[in-house]
Protein backbone atom coordinates (compact mmCIF):
# COMPACT_ATOMS: atom_id res chain seq x y z
CA UNK A 1 0.00 0.00 0.00
CA UNK A 2 1.34 3.24 -0.96
CA UNK A 3 -0.28 6.53 1.02
CA UNK A 4 0.41 10.06 -0.76
CA UNK A 5 -0.36 13.31 1.28
CA UNK A 6 -0.79 16.14 -1.23
CA UNK A 7 -1.42 19.64 -0.23
CA UNK A 8 -3.75 20.46 -2.96
CA UNK A 9 -6.03 17.04 -5.26
CA UNK A 10 -3.00 15.69 -7.41
CA UNK A 11 -3.76 15.19 -11.35
CA UNK A 12 -6.41 11.47 -11.58
CA UNK A 13 -4.08 8.59 -12.61
CA UNK A 14 -5.37 6.78 -15.70
CA UNK A 15 -7.44 3.62 -14.61
CA UNK A 16 -5.51 1.73 -16.41
CA UNK A 17 -4.46 -1.34 -14.44
CA UNK A 18 -6.22 -0.32 -11.78
CA UNK A 19 -9.72 -2.70 -11.26
CA UNK A 20 -11.40 0.05 -8.29
CA UNK A 21 -11.04 3.98 -8.19
CA UNK A 22 -12.97 5.62 -5.38
CA UNK A 23 -13.40 9.05 -3.67
CA UNK A 24 -14.68 10.31 -0.19
CA UNK A 25 -14.45 13.35 1.96
CA UNK A 26 -13.70 12.87 5.28
CA UNK A 27 -13.39 14.89 8.66
CA UNK A 28 -9.30 15.05 10.13
CA UNK A 29 -9.71 16.39 13.85
CA UNK A 30 -5.84 15.63 14.71
CA UNK A 31 -4.18 16.87 11.64
CA UNK A 32 -2.66 12.70 11.56
CA UNK A 33 -4.50 10.25 9.55
CA UNK A 34 -3.76 6.22 9.88
CA UNK A 35 -5.06 3.92 8.12
CA UNK A 36 -6.09 0.76 9.17
CA UNK A 37 -7.29 -2.95 8.00
CA UNK A 38 -10.90 -4.40 7.98
CA UNK A 39 -10.72 -5.51 11.28
CA UNK A 40 -9.54 -2.11 13.21
CA UNK A 41 -5.58 -3.14 13.36
CA UNK A 42 -3.87 -0.61 11.84
CA UNK A 43 -1.84 -0.42 8.46
CA UNK A 44 2.12 1.47 8.94
CA UNK A 45 2.58 4.23 10.89
CA UNK A 46 0.61 7.86 11.25
CA UNK A 47 0.57 9.96 8.45
CA UNK A 48 0.96 13.84 9.18
CA UNK A 49 -1.17 15.72 6.63
CA UNK A 50 -0.35 19.01 8.01
CA UNK A 51 -3.59 20.39 9.77
CA UNK A 52 -6.88 19.69 10.92
CA UNK A 53 -9.77 19.72 8.31
CA UNK A 54 -11.65 18.35 5.95
CA UNK A 55 -9.45 16.29 3.45
CA UNK A 56 -10.62 14.39 0.35
CA UNK A 57 -8.99 10.73 -0.14
CA UNK A 58 -9.00 9.06 -3.68
CA UNK A 59 -8.12 5.04 -3.06
CA UNK A 60 -7.08 3.24 -6.03
CA UNK A 61 -6.94 -0.54 -5.88
CA UNK A 62 -6.02 -3.96 -7.92
CA UNK A 63 -5.92 -7.24 -7.20
CA UNK A 64 -9.01 -7.91 -4.75
CA UNK A 65 -10.39 -11.04 -7.07
CA UNK A 66 -6.89 -12.99 -6.13
CA UNK A 67 -6.81 -11.80 -2.83
CA UNK A 68 -10.15 -13.10 -2.02
CA UNK A 69 -9.91 -16.59 -3.97
CA UNK A 70 -6.95 -17.19 -1.59
CA UNK A 71 -8.74 -16.87 1.34
CA UNK A 72 -8.57 -20.16 3.25
CA UNK A 73 -6.05 -21.10 0.60
CA UNK A 74 -3.46 -20.15 2.46
CA UNK A 75 -2.63 -17.89 5.25
CA UNK A 76 -0.10 -15.43 4.21
CA UNK A 77 -0.88 -13.77 0.53
CA UNK A 78 0.74 -10.31 1.49
CA UNK A 79 1.09 -8.67 -1.91
CA UNK A 80 -1.69 -9.85 -3.83
CA UNK A 81 -4.16 -6.84 -3.32
CA UNK A 82 -2.31 -3.31 -3.88
CA UNK A 83 -3.60 0.12 -3.09
CA UNK A 84 -2.98 3.59 -3.87
CA UNK A 85 -4.35 6.26 -1.43
CA UNK A 86 -4.21 9.93 -2.25
CA UNK A 87 -4.97 12.86 0.22
CA UNK A 88 -5.75 16.20 0.56
CA UNK A 89 -6.90 18.87 1.97
CA UNK A 90 -10.00 20.77 0.64
CA UNK A 91 -9.99 24.09 0.07
CA UNK A 92 -6.62 24.39 0.06
Known sequence: ???EAWSGEPESQSPAGWEAVEES?????????LL???DGGPVG???DVGRQGAYRLRA???GRAQAEALIGEELYYEGVEE???QIWPLNA
Open 36 to 38: CEW
Open 60 to 62: FCR
Open 25 to 33: DFQCDTGTV
Open 83 to 85: WLI
Open 1 to 3: MCL
Open 45 to 47: DPV
